[in-house]
T-cell receptor, first 114, second 113 residues
Framework: QKEVEQDPGPLSVPEGAIVSLNCTYS??????FMWYRQYSRKGPELLMY????GNKEDGRFTAQVDKSSKYISLFIRDSQPSDSATYLC??????????????FGKGTHLIIQP | ETGVTQTPRHLVMGMTNKKSLKCEQH?????MYWYKQSAKKPLELMFV???????ENNSVPSRFSPECPNSSHLFLHLHTLQPEDSALYLC????????????FGSGTQLSVL
């Protein structure tokens, strides 16, 4: 079983729709959860950052973490064509040593149709 | 100037060549990372440096050799690569604290012929 599972898509939705992106994971040691957005020919950029379970909202974006189900979600409201990109979930273990690196999902390719 | 800069943006090399990828971060971070991104695969962590010390080597073949002369610069030296090494190589930096937020460069698109 892979550590992080994410449907690669593509996921195509009309402009203005609510988008739901998800990841599941198997390692209960993960404590920090992130979503990155990656445009074509660019590096990933951090979009949302959450520690442990709960919700976090930032503008049109909401991140949810359910540690009991090992399931995380990203919701995008009022989706725009500029949201078309690949969305990567990423996770980090707690470590007193600090820099361990993140574990990523494959990424979901999202297309917002004008 | 962007926070993490990678050069070159594109690189084509033969299997017998030696080349180096360069990364520089202007964020005052202490940790730097190399990731490999291949089509239809998750980002693969290759190396981690924290305060110039290598803390992670994820079973990477010896034809990839990292170098971190200081907290702002990271290199990836390449020699006798294979065609399956063709990928996007991404550099990132973070503060090095637990739950690190990584900031990525735009990557080097490498093609091995």
């Amino acid at each position: 079983q892979k550590e992080v599972e994410q449907d690669p898509g593509p996921l195509s939705v009309p402009e203005g729709a609510i988008v739901s992106l998800n990841c599941t994971y198997s390692n209960s040691a993960f404590q920090y959860f992130m979503w990155y957005r990656q445009y074509s020919r660019k590096g990933p950029e951090l979009l949302m950052y959450t520690y442990s379970s709960g919700n976090k909202e930032d503008g049109r974006f909401t991140a949810q973490v359910d540690k009991s189900s090992k399931y995380i979600s990203l919701f995008i409201r009022d989706s725009q064509p500029s949201d078309s990109a690949t969305y990567l979930c990423a996770m980090s273990r707690y470590s007193g040593g600090g820099a361990d690196g993140l574990t990523f999902g494959k990424g979901t390719h999202l297309i917002i149709q004008p | 100037e962007t926070g993490v800069t990678q050069t070159p943006r594109h690189l084509v090399m033969g299997m017998t060549n030696k080349k180096s990828l360069k990364c520089e971060q202007h964020l005052g971070h202490n940790a730097m990372y190399w990731y490999k991104q291949s089509a239809k695969k998750p980002l693969e962590l290759m190396f981690v440096y924290n305060f110039k010390e290598q803390t992670e080597n994820n079973s990477v073949p010896s034809r990839f050799s990292p170098e971190c002369p200081n907290s702002s610069h990271l290199f990836l030296h390449l020699h006798t690569l294979q065609p399956e090494d063709s990928a996007l190589y991404l550099c990132a930096s973070s503060t090095g604290e637990p739950g690190e937020k990584l900031f990525f460069g735009s990557g080097t698109q490498l093609s091995v012929l």
